[in-house]
């Protein structure tokens, strides 16, 4: 009876919901409480989390520090105060949390109280790593390369302050990184002594950073078992910009004096990306992530093995074409486990040490942030589907039992109507199979006739993911009556490493060719998307290719172009990370003229005539604003309708949400404006 009663409760209640949700809006995005990093107790019974929050009216985030029981149970604030809190950790052989507030580590009990302030250093910390025993921790510090003291840091920083002329003195490349300029300081690794509140600048006079300029991992420096050794990622190259060549290092720790640090070994012999070094627990391997071509940051990612002992290396994912995300060990040393792209899927994987075989642990949805329970039965983490924000779950790995642990968002999302992803495959250029996730709007109506909004993702090494996109969300453009298609063509990680490579030098060719196929298949095999009212949009890359088919094209009754790529020569003369053009269009402008002029957007202007929004940011220095003001004044010269929003403080995403509001609902106007009404 007590069964039937929960059911009739439950058959109420969702009808109930279903008769009063409505579509997603843009401020629900921000109404949403988002997870950051998660971490597990060494008894596996407490979960803390970070929570960040948003107010529209102060238009800026706050973040907070949460616990929750391992199985689902107890949600409380740890830290629930005006001033963020981040990074929390559980430290070894105590019952204390550690934390940043304000630059430095805290900590307090796990009721949040008796608050303890363990660092006060001048250039503050970040990314705290402890040792097995809680002794010693790991911080990144941004410092002059020549100081030798906090003291020196501080005069350098009061000289700076003291002078009137407002000038950037530049002498070499990668002067400036994404949003901000580099200046003379370097990020640094040291390590402090908690008990003699000794540190130690491991990365002594170093003009390199750790963790690196770009390309690292979020887990980019470790302590062994035994607390002896460390293993860090670093680029030594002279000229950042143009190399990709990120390294694993260790340092003993027993020759560390004051001002002297013991030359570092090299791990990796790649030329190309290595990162995330991490120790098995049992000590005896180090574990990184590998790339073997130099100047490529999309190349396949390979889980290497270093015997500690023997000093021998081997290539654990070599005959398995995926590329390794995230690196987990098992407590008993025997397997590792990781996260990989796996077509519209992050999968959780398990790779067994002694025969190298392969175990796909959880396939569907996004999952990231991969923790252990130290019996190691069970696995915590993020997971995200299209209709999902980030929550905690967990996943009993004999019985294969996954639990959703935390709800942050579930009043939100119980009165919001959204539809299931669905996905379908065209064939592409060279008859090869192309992926499409197919949205349709919220209310869906078989009966009729649908606009659509084709989405083009960046990279041009990226994917569209069963995921819930902030920026890009698929939901959200459907939520005004549109179905979305999202195409995943050559260049898209998650279907081989040959499909990624095949947009190299190729930037609107067989790319191009992917995308009109998979949108011919939908018009012909959906007969409720109205062939009338066709719209694109893309950012980055993908809004390289909204130029590109500004250029190509006339079926789309109006484009939206998100900080993207218009002219490939000035592009090489003002991005940041000169790497990327010289792989991508095989050298400098001046060396490979015939691909730049080939696949420049610039270059096909007297074809221009689709209407175009244009959005950038006054800080993208990946892709710097020259490239919107030159397509804007070339749209304007050719008579075709065309608006450019910019966005003075905002970098090659829109992060604030008064301007994020703004963003949706420009581009939802721009493309009502040229909807063919019947």
Avoid at 103 to 130: H, P
Avoid at 197 to 203: A, G, H, I, N, V
Avoid at 505 to 529: E, H, P, Q, R
Avoid at 564 to 577: D, F, I, P, R
Wanted: hydrophobic letters at 35%; glycine letters at 6%; charged letters at 25%.
């Amino acid at each position: 009876m007590k069964k039937l009663i929960s059911l009739l409760f439950f058959i109420l209640s969702f009808q109930l919901y279903s008769q009063t949700q409505r579509a997603l809006a843009a401020e629900d995005l921000w109404a949403m409480q988002r997870i950051g990093n998660v971490v597990l107790s060494s008894d596996a019974k407490t979960i803390a989390f970070t929570v960040t929050s948003y107010n529209l009216d102060e238009n800026k985030g706050q973040t907070d520090i949460w616990l929750i029981n391992s199985d689902g149970k107890n949600l409380r604030p740890l830290k629930n105060s005006p001033e963020s809190e981040s990074q929390p950790k559980f430290i070894p052989n105590t019952n204390k949390i550690g934390y940043i507030k304000g630059g430095q580590l805290w900590a307090c009990d796990f009721n949040g109280k008796n608050d303890i302030q363990l660092t006060n250093f001048y250039s503050g910390i970040s990314d705290v790593t402890w040792s097995n025993d809680g002794s010693k921790i790991l911080f990144v510090s941004s410092v002059y390369p020549e100081c030798m003291s906090e003291d020196c840091n501080k005069s350098k920083d009061e000289q700076n302050e003291k002078s009137k002329a407002n000038v950037k003195i530049i002498e070499e490349l990668m002067y400036k990184n994404w949003d901000s300029w580099r200046g003379d300081k370097r990020s640094h690794l040291f390590l402090l002594n908690l008990k003699s509140k000794e540190y130690f600048d491991l990365t002594l006079s170093s003009k390199s950073d750790v963790p690196p300029v770009d390309l690292g991992s979020s887990n980019d420096f470790n302590f062994s078992p035994d607390g002896e050794q460390v293993a860090f990622t670093i680029n030594k190259d002279k000229v950042v910009s143009m190399s990709t060549n990120n390294d694993i290092f260790t340092i003993d720790l027993s020759g560390v004096k004051q001002n002297y640090v013991p030359i570092d070994e090299i791990i990796s012999i790649s030329k190309g990306n290595d990162n995330q070094p991490v120790y098995s627990p049992d000590g005896k391997y180090l574990a990184f992530r590998s790339m073997a071509r130099a100047g490529f940051e999309a190349d396949k990612s390979s889980l290497i093995l270093f015997d500690r002992v023997t000093k021998q290396i081997k290539n654990l994912t070599e005959k398995h074409d995926l590329s390794v995300t995230e690196i987990l060990w098992s407590p008993d040393s025997k397997y590792i486990y990781f996260n990989a792209s796996h077509e519209i899927n992050e999968s959780i994987y398990r790779l067994e040490i002694a025969n190298f075989n392969l175990e796909l642990i959880l396939e569907k949805h996004s999952n990231s942030n991969l923790i252990i329970a130290p019996d190691g039965k069970t696995l915590f983490f993020k997971q995200q589907r299209s209709n999902l924000p980030f929550e905690i779950f967990s996943y009993e790995i004999e019985s294969k039992k996954l639990t959703q642990l935390t709800f942050l968002n579930q009043d939100i999302l119980l009165g919001i109507k959204m539809s299931e992803l669905e996905t379908f495959w065209a064939e592409g250029a060279e008859e090869k199979q192309v992926q499409s996730i197919i949205v349709k709007p919220p209310f869906f109506d078989e009966a009729k006739k649908y606009p659509v909004i084709f989405l083009i993702h960046g990279g041009p090494q990226g994917h569209w993911t069963d995921d819930f996109h902030y920026r890009w969300n698929p939901q959200m453009f459907a939520s005004k009556g549109y179905v979305v298609i999202a195409t995943n063509p050559r260049g898209s990680t998650g279907y081989g490493q040959k499909f990624t490579d095949e947009i190299s030098k190729d930037w609107g060719g067989k790319v191009y060719t992917d995308l009109m196929n998979s949108l011919d298949y939908a018009l012909a095999n959906y007969k409720f998307i109205d062939k009338n009212n066709l719209f694109a949009a893309g950012a980055s890359y993908g809004g390289y290719m909204i130029n590109w088919l500004e250029g190509h094209t006339e079926r789309f009754n109006a484009l939206f172009c998100h900080d993207g790529v218009y002219n490939l020569e000035s592009m090489y003369g003002t991005t940041e990370e000169l790497w990327f053009p010289e792989w991508e269009f095989g050298g400098a402008p001046w060396e490979s003229r015939e691909i730049y002029k080939k696949w420049s957007p610039s270059n096909f202007v007297a074809n221009f005539k689709t209407p175009m929004l244009i959005a950038h940011g006054g800080n993208d220095f990946r892709v710097p604003e020259g490239q919107a003001f030159e397509l804007f004044t070339a749209l304007q010269k050719m008579n075709v309708p065309s608006k450019l929003i910019y966005f003075p403080e905002e970098n090659h995403f829109v992060t604030k949400p008064q301007n994020s509001i703004f963003w949706w609902n420009t581009i939802f106007n721009w493309f009502d404006k040229y909807k063919v009404r019947r």
